[in-house]
C-alpha cells in the first residue's frame, strides 16, 4: 500500500523507538521522510539502517536555538511539508520530594516548550490540509507514582491536540495526539535507573497490560501513519490511546 504516496513527513527524534518505527513505516508508504535527532552518531545508524532513504537534521528539541534554524534547514530538502510527527521527548520518574528544578525543566523544556516551538517554527511549511501528529502518552490519564513532571508534559500535549487543532481550523490542518501505554523502546535506558529496576519495571508494567505484553514501537508507527495519511481526514483534536488495554479495560 501506499498510504503516503507524494506526501513528505518530518518526524522529530525519528533515530530511535517509536519514532524510527514511524521513519520506516512512513517511507514503506511512500512517504519523503526527514528525521531529526540530536547526535550524529545515532542520525547516521538510523539512516544506515533505512538503506539511506531518510533524509536526517542533527537537531536538539530541548535547544531554542536549533528549533529556530529548523526551518531553514527543512527548506534545503524541501519546500513544504504534509506531516509533522511531534515524537521528541524523554521521560525521568522521581517521587515529588526528590523532584529537582533542573529534573523538572528538563522535561519541559523536551517535551513541551520544545514541542510548542517546533510546531511554531514548522507552521509556515506544513501544507494547507496539512497533519500534525503529537506523541503523548497514557500517563496523562493515570495516577502512577513518581511520574508527575512526566505526565503533566503530556497532558500539556493533549491539550495542544484540541486548541492548535481549532486555530488552525482556516487552513484545515489536523492537530491529533497518540497516547501509547508502555512500548519497548530505549526510553527507559534513559530514565537513571539500573538494568535490573529496568527489568523489573518493564516485567511489572506488562503484568498491568490485559494483552499481557508491552508494545512494539512499529504498533505505534501504524496508528501514526492512519493520522498521517488521509484515512483520517475527518478525525481533527483527537487522542488514540494504544495501551494494550491497560487504561481502557
Do not use: C, W
Request: hydrophobic letters at 40%; glycine letters at 10%; proline letters at 3%.
Amino acid at each position: 500500500m501506499n498510504r503516503l504516496q507524494n506526501k513528505t513527513a518530518l518526524i522529530t527524534g525519528g533515530n530511535s523507538g517509536i519514532g524510527f518505527a514511524t521513519a520506516k513505516e512512513f517511507l514503506e508508504q511512500g512517504a519523503t521522510v526527514i528525521i531529526t535527532g540530536r547526535n550524529q552518531g545515532y542520525l547516521q545508524e538510523a539512516k544506515q539502517a533505512l538503506q539511506g532513504k531518510v533524509h536526517t537534521i542533527l537537531s536538539d528539541t530541548g535547544n531554542l536555538d536549533d528549533i529556530h534554524k529548523l526551518a531553514k534547514q527543512v527548506q534545503q530538502i524541501t519546500p513544504r511539508l504534509d506531516v509533522v510527527f511531534i515524537n521528541a521527548g524523554i521521560g525521568k520518574f522521581a517521587p515529588i520530594e526528590a523532584v529537582t528544578e533542573a529534573h523538572y525543566d528538563e522535561q519541559f523544556n523536551i517535551n513541551v516548550k520544545g514541542a510548542y516551538f517546533t510546531i511554531q517554527e514548522l507552521l509556515p511549511l506544513v501544507n494547507d490540509g496539512g497533519s500534525i501528529i503529537l506523541n503523548t502518552s497514557i500517563n496523562a490519564h493515570m495516577g502512577m507514582a513518581n511520574t508527575s513532571v512526566y505526565a503533566a508534559t503530556k497532558a500539556a500535549l493533549l491539550t495542544l491536540a484540541r486548541t492548535l487543532s481549532t486555530e488552525l481550523l482556516p487552513r484545515r490542518i489536523r492537530v491529533n495526539a497518540i497516547s501509547p501505554g508502555p512500548v519497548t523502546t530505549e526510553i527507559l535506558k534513559k530514565t537513571g535507573l539500573t538494568t535490573e529496576q529496568v527489568n523489573g519495571f518493564k516485567e511489572s508494567l506488562a503484568n498491568q497490560v490485559p494483552l499481557g505484553r508491552l508494545g512494539d514501537p512499529s504498533e505505534i508507527a501504524k496508528v501514526a501513519t492512519f493520522f498521517a495519511s488521509d484515512d483520517s481526514s475527518f478525525v481533527i483534536g483527537a487522542e488514540l490511546i494504544a495501551d494494550g488495554g491497560m487504561i481502557t479495560l
